[in-house]
């Protein structure tokens, strides 16, 4: 079957843009990576672009048509994709599945959210929207409210502190320091975590990921355009993807998100390597919990055992095994289908040596992609 | 919610009413169309006693208010309150608000029991959703 | 002989207690609490409402009694229904799974809308029109904050299954004294109710639960002394006690039926909470005189005799509803109560 490489990358600064829009923010992006790849707009074939909610955060549906042109292509192939705050890492692998199957030569995939149109209360409803609405968020469940569940069920089941929990947010906040896109660039401390208002016991602002707007996209090409065409191809060595039950209650064990589980092993499969292999990784950190579940369902280590395994600074750069070396969600934002591509850009970055301060001179990096509290997973394996 | 879907799913949320495979026996709730362990499309209702514990459980802070003041939920102007997954004793889990106790007084493991109080009302003039909650025994 | 099959009843957890609201309004707690007899209320949880209470109550008296699908009608008499269109009714018989094969509508009668759903159903009862009937009085009370009946203003029900068969409570006779009286009243689309101060004592309250009583008592040509218990609507500690000694029953008489010290007036749940407790405790062969009370005005009076039957009932009594509480601030009371919107 056909090799697929990324060849260019592009995406806007993380944060609250007032003054742009949605489809403006996504140009930015897809403009960027299209020049990174040295590429004209005529040269792309398909447009696949991850967003959760034009619907409900900016009444605008039917994106795929919209930003295409907006792009400046003609007539191309456009698709939408939504999984939920794995959008992004949808879209990619909807990319990636394009050209593996002889279809097209050169695709770009994108994420974009614009999320800061309506007021606070009413984006936490939408965000609620990813979990089983009549069932989870009706009964009043909120996101936090459902990572802390699981938070609290594992620091009951394997002693995880709070500590360690406010110890990913805090890693995760020095590393952005190095990125410029990060929409914080700000040291924290461990007790500043602690100290943060409690938004669903045990988790407190500072373990919770934020609101943001932003862009990313990626141009792909088959193994013959990106020999042609670039010096430095990343490969996409391994893709997978899974669902598991919406609802968090629903699951035999609800610390397990099963969706990661089985993609992350489709994705080791197909690139014919172990968990120990992977360099440096970019994980799903929507709350700081979520870090650590990946780093058990991943099998970085074994069931329970993050906690303990993030004191010992293995997870930073320099460390055996990097974790979210661009700040994560917590720090450079999540701008919910945008996330999966920024994720990807990112381990791009450190295989081409170009993430400066952060590299980590990784050649075999993974990312991990998350809808809801585990519907659905997508897990990408890429390497030099 | 719209009205519609609000009546729709009265026999779930009064009498939590759900499904059970008249093949292999499993049960589920809510009520499901395919039977998830055997295949099997033919599930009869089944209502299920409202006795279970807890799973885990979180304690919602979050001011979710709305600065028009129309959409203000019952669960909004009830912060903090007790978010929980609970295990009903027939073995599906669900996840619920635990009432009539202080904070304090939630620990995983403890058992509940279901009762039946306003869910969500949206105004003033908007239909009341009235459904299950549970109570520390 | 018709009458009473089984009963139950819900109070919800949270009390108030006279001192946490004569400070919000600089009144003497010691005087309130002497001349309404009365040292804190009921009030709903913010997820509680008439039709919540109703539904508990009811559930209680119909646990394991018969099959759901026997109750041919549902009445539950409130001043508080959620709904001024779309009747507690329907929503009380889903959640009790009774079927589609009943009939109900919602009555208003201020406190007495209890009684009188026992009334109706006792008629559909005896008439054959209908097996069983399922008949409640359930309110959360509304005052206008600062005014007297802030103190007394409560929340709570009981509901009781009528029918002919298994009936541990026969209700002997029913008689009514009924009048065109504005003691107190709540304009419709009116948030709180007004009353008529001292006005409600004699020519309303005393008037109609003596006439009644009195005229009950002459057609079963019974005596005080052949009850066993007496219960009277309670909008205060004070009044029951009053009317009883001036129809000359006795405080022992009174006292098990009497509630509203530890809980407040619960409106149309008032006399039935009272009647419930009675039952709670009643041995067979014991007769017991209740009169309820509704301003507008009127008052519905019973005689009942228990049965050996009762003897089979366990229900969730009235007392462990009481002793299961909850002190909280004024603050917390207006926000439970909907004030703070």
Not at chain 1, 139 to 152: D, I, N, Q, S
Not at chain 1, 346 to 351: I, T
Not at chain 2, 103 to 129: H, M, P, T, Y
Request: hydrophobic letters at 40%; one cysteine or more.
């Amino acid at each position: 079957m056909r090799k697929v490489a990324i060849i260019g990358v592009g995406m806007t600064k993380f944060g609250h843009h007032w003054d742009r829009d949605l489809v403006n923010l996504a140009v930015e992006a897809g403009s960027k990576s299209i020049r990174d790849a040295n590429l004209h707009q005529k040269d792309i074939q398909a447009l696949y672009i991850g967003t959760m909610s034009g619907g409900l955060f900016i009444n605008q549906e039917h994106l795929g048509s919209m930003i295409s042109d907006y792009s400046g292509f003609k007539n191309i192939p456009s698709t939408r994709v939504e999984a939920a705050c794995a959008s992004g890492g949808l879209a990619l692998r909807q990319a990636y599945l394009d050209i593996k199957s002889g279809n097209s030569d050169i695709v770009v995939a994108g994420g974009v959210e614009k999320m800061t149109d309506i007021g606070s209360y009413s984006i936490t409803k939408v965000l609620a929207t990813a979990s089983d609405t009549e069932r989870e968020a009706a009964f009043g469940a909120t996101f936090p409210g459902l990572y802390a569940m699981m938070a609290k069920l594992h620091m009951y089941k394997y002693k995880t502190t709070e500590e360690q929990l406010a110890y990913v947010s805090v890693k995760n906040h020095k590393n952005a320091l190095y990125n410029k896109y990060a929409q914080f660039q700000k040291k924290i401390s461990v007790d500043d975590v602690l100290n943060s208002p409690l938004i669903a016991d045990p988790l407190k602002l500072l373990d919770a990921s934020p609101i943001t707007d932003g862009a990313a996209a990626v141009i792909l090409a088959s193994e013959k355009k990106a020999r042609e065409l670039c010096d430095t191809p990343v490969w996409i060595s391994g893709s997978g993807h899974a669902t598991d039950s919406i609802s968090l209650h629903d699951r035999d064990d609800l610390l397990t998100l099963r969706a990661s589980v089985a993609a992350a092993k489709q994705a080791y499969l197909q690139s014919k390597i172990q968990p120990k292999d992977i360099q440096m990784a970019e994980v799903h950190d929507c709350f700081t919990i979520a870090e650590l579940l990946a780093l058990e369902d991943l099998g970085f280590v074994k069931k329970g055992e993050s906690g303990k395994f993030i004191e010992t600074g293995q997870t930073e750069i320099g460390g055996k095994i990097p974790i979210n070396t661009s700040g994560g969600l917590k720090a450079k934002g999540h701008p919910v289908g945008a996330t999966g591509i920024a994720q990807v850009i990112e381990a791009v970055l450190q295989l081409r040596g170009d993430a400066g301060k952060r590299n980590t001179n990784a050649e075999i990096a993974l990312t991990h992609n998350v809808g809801g509290s585990g519907g659905t997973s997508v897990v990408h394996i890429l390497r030099r | 919610m719209a009205v519609p879907k609000i009546w729709r799913k009265i026999p779930e949320y009064y009498n939590l009413m759900g499904s059970k495979c008249s093949e292999c026996g499993s049960l589920y709730f809510p009520a499901r169309y395919v039977c998830k362990k055997c295949g099997h499309f033919d599930l009869k209702n089944h209502k299920f006693n409202g006795k279970g514990k807890i799973i885990t459980y979180t304690i919602i802070r979050t001011p979710v208010s709305d600065p028009e003041l129309e959409n203000i939920e019952i669960s909004a102007r009830n912060i903090p309150y007790v978010l929980a997954i609970i295990k009903l004793e027939e073995g599906p889990k669900l996840t619920a608000q635990i009432v009539d106790c202080s904070l304090d007084e939630v620990a995983i493991g403890k058992k509940v029991e279901v009762v039946f109080r306003k869910i969500l009302e949206k105004s003033r003039k908007g239909i009341i959703q009235y459904g299950y909650k549970f109570r520390l025994v | 002989m018709a009458g009473i099959v089984s009963w139950g009843s819900y109070i919800p957890k949270y009390r108030l207690k006279v001192e946490d609201i004569a400070k919000v309004w600089g009144n003497n707690a010691a005087q309130i609490k002497n001349s309404l007899m009365i040292t804190e209320k009921s009030l709903p949880g913010i997820d509680e409402d008439t039709v919540t209470i109703a539904v508990e109550a009811a559930r209680n008296a119909l646990a394991d009694t018969i099959n759901p699908k026997d109750v041919g009608a549902v009445y539950i008499g409130s001043e508080s229904h959620p709904y001024a269109v779309k009747p507690t009714g329907t929503i009380v018989a889903e959640a009790l799974s009774l079927g589609n094969n009943y009939t109900t509508a919602d009555f208003e009668f201020a406190c007495k809308a209890g009684t009188a759903t026992i009334q109706v159903s006792l008629g559909l009862v005896k008439s054959g029109m209908v097996n069983y009937a399922l008949a409640g009085g359930v309110d959360t009370a509304q005052a206008t904050p600062g005014d007297i009946l802030e103190y007394t203003a409560a929340a709570g029900g009981a509901v009781f299954l009528i029918g002919l068969e298994k009936v541990a409570a026969e209700i002997n006779e029913t008689f009514s004294y009924t009048t065109d009286t504005p003691d107190f009243w709540r304009r419709q689309n009116e948030k709180y109710p007004v009353h008529s101060g001292s006005f409600t004592g004699r020519p309303a309250y005393y008037k109609h639960v003596i006439e009644a009583t009195k005229l009950l008592m002459k057609k079963v040509q019974s005596k005080p002394e052949h009850y066993d218990y007496a219960i009277f609507h309670q909008p205060n500690g004070k009044f029951p006690l009053r009317v009883a000694k001036k129809l000359g029953f006795t405080k022992e008489q009174i006292m098990p039926g009497l509630l509203v010290n530890k809980i407040g007036n619960t409106y149309s749940g008032s006399s039935l909470l009272g009647l419930a407790a009675v039952l709670d405790i009643a041995k067979p062969g014991q007769r017991i005189l209740l009169t309820s009370y509704g301003s507008g005005a009127g008052s519905d009076s019973f005689d009942i005799t228990v049965t050996e039957e009762i003897l089979k009932r366990k229900t969730k009594s009235v007392e462990s509803y009481i002793i299961n509480k909850k002190y909280v601030t004024y603050p917390e009371y207006l926000k439970n109560t909907g004030y703070l919107k």
